[in-house]
């Protein structure tokens, strides 16, 4: 089905009262997965954005995500339970072409990658600056593309959430550290690994167990630090993948590209570190990275560098972790 079809048998499901919605997984960190979402959970959800956008009669959404995500999927139950107009447009790298400079929309949703592309044009960041909150989520947000939306006056809200609570249950306006839950939203850090513990009485079935590394401040707000799923064992040290990837991109050393820090089997450390670019090979040096990392992370720098034509991601353009680990050890 086309992305009209696919709106439209979601609103005629939604308005025949349906229990239960079938949502998958994007598979960005594995195989998609199926999950049952409550009618309940939904509602509450589209409620609780409502609260925290401060949504008006006289908004309206733009919808250029898949519709069978979580992501776009929910923008029609927002539409349907707010009764605001919405657009959906199939997906694409550079959704701000498809509206001109006068669009009348005010709310939208991004994939990190067709946020960074937009910005990177001056008349798609000008349509992008009309609407009054640009939401973006699924993963982390670059440092570099928050900076570049914060001055380029983007109204960019970084969302948390998954598939299994119907999109986020937490927002951070760029420009700040820390996602503030929705009203209702319990959240503990498992005391064990770190790892966030999700609540939501009366609306969840049970409580959720992320594969996230929570940090909770006494507000009950947090900042995610990396996923259990990218923490290398090498050596006996616990590496955060998602922490050199941090410092990489904060030091410029690999001039924009898109990269990801992984691992592979190692005969004396267990696993080591991988840096993956994505392009042709730059002349940057593991000494010089060496230099980067080892004083914030002292033996999180990469053993290895690799070079491949194009990352695998998903169709919403998440980098496939999982698929490159597999890819780096198949070839190495």
Known sequence: MNAAEQEA????????????????????????AAYSLPRRLLEWSAKQTAAALEVQPGDSMYC???????????QVIRSEQWNIPLLVVE???????????THPFSITSLSNSQLASSLLSDEEAARLRKFRAVLVGGEALPPATEQEAIRQDIRLWHTYGMTETASHIALRRAGTEHFIPFDGVALHSDPEDGHLVIDIPGILETVLHTRDRAVIDEDGNFSISGRLDEIINSGGIKIQAEAVERLLEESGS??????VITSKAHPIWGRAVVLVVEGAPLPVKLQT??????????????????YMEFLPRTETGKIRRAAIRMLVENKH
């Not at 979601?10 to 960190?29: K, M, P, Q």
């Not at 898949?66 to 929910?74: K, T």
């Not at 997906?91 to 400079?101: I, K, Q, T, V, Y």
């Open 9 to 32: 048998a979601i609103r005629t499901r939604w308005r025949s009262g349906a229990g239960y919605f079938v949502l998958h997984s994007s598979g960005s960190t594995g195989a998609p």
């Open 64 to 74: 250029c995500l898949p519709l069978d995500r979580a992501g776009g999927f929910m």
């Open 289 to 306: 990275l060496k230099g980067i990392i080892a004083p914030h992370i002292a033996y999180g720098y990469p053993k290895e560098i690799i």
């Open 254 to 259: 690999l001039g924009g590209r898109s990269f």
């Open 91 to 101: 997906p694409n790298g550079h959704p701000m072409r498809n509206l001109d400079e």
